[in-house]
């Protein structure tokens, strides 16, 4: 009769184990499909509400409109500077920009500092127009950029800066930044 008992027993226990063989290969088959739909699905945040439509970024992409806001907001910040905001002006800038970019670019705004530290000159700009491309991630402005000296305007010429960005995850950083040359019509001759 023990024998009996033992065989029954053994089954009993092989039986339970395969039970849970089975059910450990589903779960862990369970657990590729989750991760494969949680990897390959794009992700949104919603945004406050600034312009005319709802704002979001995906992971699928820049919007049109958020590339928009931040072109916007970058041209201000970038363009506007005077002698007592200088620090705040590259620290902002810095801030905005993609790790990548920020040594070259700070070299770069160090030099616009040791330019104007000291001196009376200050610049604004104020935005005419802008051209989007979010495939590219490339946006320009075009605008009246404003030179004071002390209290006087010594000039008002309309520029255009490009804007070039890079898109990691969810986060759009600035690459760099400049005057676009206009073209000059007696060279073309």
């Known amino acids: ?40 699905r794009n992700r949104e945040i919603v945004l ?5 439509s709802p704002v979001t970024i995906s992971s699928a992409g820049v919007s049109r409109d ?31 920009t993609s790790p990548k970019a920020q040594g070259r670019l700070k070299g770069d705004l160090l030099k616009i500092i040791d330019e104007q530290r000291g001196s ?17 991630l490339v946006s320009e402005v075009t605008g009246e950029l404003h030179t004071i ?9 309309v520029r255009t800066f490009r804007y070039t960005w890079e898109y990691s995850g969810l986060s759009l950083k600035l690459v760099g930044f400049g005057m676009v040359q206009a073209a000059h019509p007696e060279r073309d001759q």
């Open 149 to 157: 000296v002390g209290e006087k305007v010594i000039s008002n010429e």
């Open 48 to 52: 406050q509400p600034v312009l005319s």
């Open 1 to 40: 009769m023990d024998l009996a008992y033992q065989h029954s027993y053994g089954q009993r226990l092989l039986k339970q184990r395969n039970m849970l063989a089975i059910a450990t290969l589903a779960l862990a088959g369970l657990v590729v499909v989750l991760f494969l739909v949680s990897t390959s």
């Open 66 to 96: 958020y590339l928009e806001m931040v072109t916007r907001d970058a041209a201000v910040l970038t363009l506007d500077r005077s002698p007592q905001n200088l620090d705040y002006w590259m620290k902002e800038v810095l801030r905005i």
């Open 120 to 136: 009376s000159i200050a610049q604004f700009f104020t935005i005419q127009s802008m051209k989007i491309d979010p495939e590219q």
